[in-house]
């Protein structure tokens, strides 16, 4: 038998894909050898009364055309009637998705002592150096925010923190000593295990000042390692005894990398005010 192809088939050619009223900017930062790159998307349509909500995301290269398509998408009425809200994304002027040693600095807390040795496969990263959070957070909160501000309207009430694994871990930590810096959280597969658990008694002692009713929400995948999963179960514990609007969902057959998008999904939905 003989098969019928259409006869102008063109040569295959690469898929650019732009995403509209998007950009990015390389920033150099005192203290660091290479500039972070900052992507920030603004919908193409007027502030809402109070201003934009921003999001904020940690790997920015790996989450923020997603985050841009999801929450466009959630615009729709009948896709949740969310705001439009701009989209910042905190990454690195890579080809991939992960700068690996920078986000290992970038995305851990400072510690005292040196920290314990990472889980074993990463021990093939032997010079990598850790405790950069907080200067990352003062980028964030005193170089990027103003930033913005200057250029569009921004509720400052309505500034929403999204991180996966260390950037979870960087969204709590954040949370612990900056509870007043975004008015939202969601941390997805937090690696508290990080430092033998350094994060977890400090989240567990928390004072409750600036935490009541501050919305927090973790995402995990039912197929991740068991520890993960109790480490976040533990930390809804803490937290609802605090007082944080907080809550835990566990996604069946999801692990650890797969459960990332989705969680975004379910952060912007959640945690993205609905349209006046």
Known sequence: MTQVFAQDISTPTPVIYTLPNSYSVDWQVDGQVSPYRVFVSVPNV??????????????GNAFFSSAVTVSQTLTHE???????????GIGYPIDGLYDIERRWYDLTPPTPEPPKAPLKHMDRFKNIQYGGAEALQGFLIEQIRPWLAQQYEINEQQQILFGHSLGGLFTLYTLHIHPEAFSAYAAASPSLWWNEGYLKPLLEQQSPENLENKPVLMVVGGDEMDFMVSDAKLAQQWFTKQGLHSELRELPYMNHGTVSLPALTMALEALLPKAQ
Do not use: M, T
């Not at 007027?46 to 790997?59: H, K, Q, R, T």
């Not at 009948?78 to 910042?88: D, E, L, M, N, S």
């Open 46 to 59: 007027s502030a809402p009364e109070g201003g934009f909500p921003v999001v904020y995301l940690l790997d």
């Open 78 to 88: 009948r896709a949740g009637g969310k705001q439009p809200a701009i989209i910042v």
